[in-house]
């Protein structure tokens, strides 16, 4: 008996030891990573963000740093309301794996048989789309943001889309876009009855406990604390910026949410969609988020394959996917005007980061995201994420600089305008993107678009005009203007698209 109680006193010792040595590990990363967060930050401009590491299950890691509003300065918190914009893609593939685990539609299904309606622009492509390539971004479309930009509503951007041109073979390639993201909202609305904002608030936040997420920012109005959008302007004025009223492109990005709410949704995935012990989505269809639908070209994966060195980069249901130091990394970033978001999930090792920050295309959010999968599921505190992808990033601006300014060297001096001001002026039409008006401005020309965006024209050489959006955080682009034969202006073109004269 003595020797077995001498037994367990010595068990019980090297428990408590273990469970001592441990809490110190946990606790010596917690103040390496919450040091490191706090010196990154003034590298990056960064104004206010939020952050939260989940491992195993438990929450290890959440703070906030910075203010919410440079103007009306506020901390910035656990609490803070912010935009979990291209995150919610992931929120939206789980509904529609919920609907396959009813039996009401399968990944495979043809498109055609849910919404009849539907259109591409190309008939083969709309009788062969299927449920699966809603999610996948390689259906042949390129990018057309400017359709919710233009505050197109969600009925009327899957309308237009049967007038773009495919960029590519229907599965042959991929490119990111968010617009078949809408379209899958389209069938979680005829599919389940419900919208989808209504479908995603009682089937996910509800079920998680996320009493402060919505599905969009007008809704959280009245919470405390809510962040406010910042920009950069070169490389060291930060403003706030005037939070644009999108159109129907909700479920692609619309939801908000804060950290505090956002570690639920990490723990509901680590633990393979199971909350308070039910599971929410079948392990078979759960898995399938996660598995590669399809290839993700160079040109269209993050900067940051220069310092990862993926061997493969592909995309799962609302996934971007690499391999990193012998593991599958599942990760995707959010960004809207003034705001971002990240979410790195490591499932084998049962490890998660979310980032918020309200400065827009921060790119502090990869760096903090490489750095605590480094600490946590590696044990290495070697490498120093923020300065390499600082430069990384920098090195990109500075080149797209250079290649402005040489394009600009370029301009014919001591040109004009084949035809007066008034000769611009008139209402032009897009098939896919609407009607613009140009009128005169002064002693310039105006374009006016839907949703209240606007370029000003200001003469370059010839009939080319450099164009000025009126939300500045936009930037410049460039507008030309073609004659018909019997010398009138018929068209302009900006952005890759052509606007036609209305008669």
Same mark, same amino acid.
């Given at each position: ?102 039996? +009401? ?56 889309? #049967? ?39 009682? #089937? ?21 604390? &809510? ?17 644009? %009223? ?9 939801? &908000? ?18 909350? %308070?012990? +039910? ?60 705001? &971002? ?23 502090? #959010? ?12 590696? %044990? ?15 090195? #990109? ?53 839907? %949703? ?52």
């Amino acid at each position: 008996m003595r020797r077995l109680f001498i037994s367990f006193l010595v068990l019980f010792v090297c428990v408590k030891t273990f469970s001592q040595t441990d809490s110190k590990e946990i606790q010596n990363k917690v103040d390496l990573f919450d040091k490191y967060i706090q010196t990154s930050m003034p590298l990056w401009k960064t104004t206010g963000l939020s952050v939260a590491v989940v491992k195993d299950g438990k929450v290890i890691f959440k703070k906030g740093y910075g203010i919410t509003n440079i103007d009306k300065p506020q901390p910035f918190t656990t609490s803070t309301i912010s935009f979990c914009a291209s995150t919610t893609k992931a929120m939206t593939a789980a509904c529609i794996g919920m609907l396959v685990d009813e039996g +009401k539609i399968k990944w495979d299904d043809k498109l055609k048989e849910i919404l009849p309606g539907f259109r591409l622009y190309d008939p083969y492509v709309s009788d062969e789309i299927t449920i699966r390539d809603l999610l996948r971004h390689n259906a042949g479309l390129g990018n057309g943001d400017r359709l919710w930009l233009f505050g197109y509503s969600s009925e009327e951007i899957v309308r237009r889309m #049967r007038y773009m041109k495919p960029a590519y073979s229907v599965r042959s390639s991929f490119i990111y876009q968010n617009l078949m993201y809408v379209v899958a909202g389209e069938v979680i609305k005829k599919v389940s009855g419900m919208p989808w904002n209504e479908f995603i608030t009682k #089937r996910i936040f509800q079920p998680l406990g996320m009493s402060h997420t919505y599905t969009k920012f007008t809704e959280a109005k009245n919470e405390s604390s &809510v962040a406010t959008p910042h920009f950069l302007y070169g490389d060291t004025v930060v403003k706030t910026i005037e939070a644009i %009223n999108f159109g129907g492109y909700d479920p692609a990005g619309s939801v &908000v949410s804060c950290i505090d709410d956002i570690t639920k949704w990490m723990q509901f995935l680590q633990d393979s969609a199971i909350v %308070n012990g +039910k599971r929410l989505i079948r392990a078979e269809t759960f898995s399938e988020f996660f598995k590669p639908q399809s290839l993700v070209t160079k040109a269209e994966f993050y900067p940051t394959q220069e310092k990862t060195h993926p061997h493969w980069t592909t995309y799962g249901f609302g996934w971007f996917q690499q391999d990193y130091r012998g593991r599958m990394f599942q990760f995707h970033t959010g960004s809207l005007d003034g705001a &971002v978001a990240i979410f790195g999930f490591l499932p084998e090792e049962k490890f998660s980061i979310y980032v918020f920050s309200n400065l827009d295309h921060t790119e502090i #959010r990869h760096a903090l995201m490489w750095k605590a999968t480094d600490l946590w599921c590696f %044990n290495d505190n070697s490498r120093d994420w923020s300065t390499e992808l600082f430069s990384l990033y920098k090195e #990109r601006r500075d080149s797209a600089r250079i290649k402005e300014k040489e394009r600009e060297a370029k301009r014919v001096m001591g040109t004009k305008p084949s035809l007066p001001v008034a000769g611009y002026t008139g209402k032009f039409t897009n098939e896919i993107y609407g009607d613009a008006d140009i009128i005169i401005n002064g002693n310039d020309l105006t374009i006016k678009f839907p %949703n209240k965006v606007s370029l000003s024209l200001k003469h370059w050489n010839y009939d080319v005009f450099r164009a000025y959006y009126n939300y500045d955080w936009y930037g410049k682009t460039w507008v030309t203007f073609s004659q018909s034969s019997e010398g009138k202006i018929s068209q302009f073109e900006y952005d890759g698209a052509v606007y036609r004269k209305k008669e």
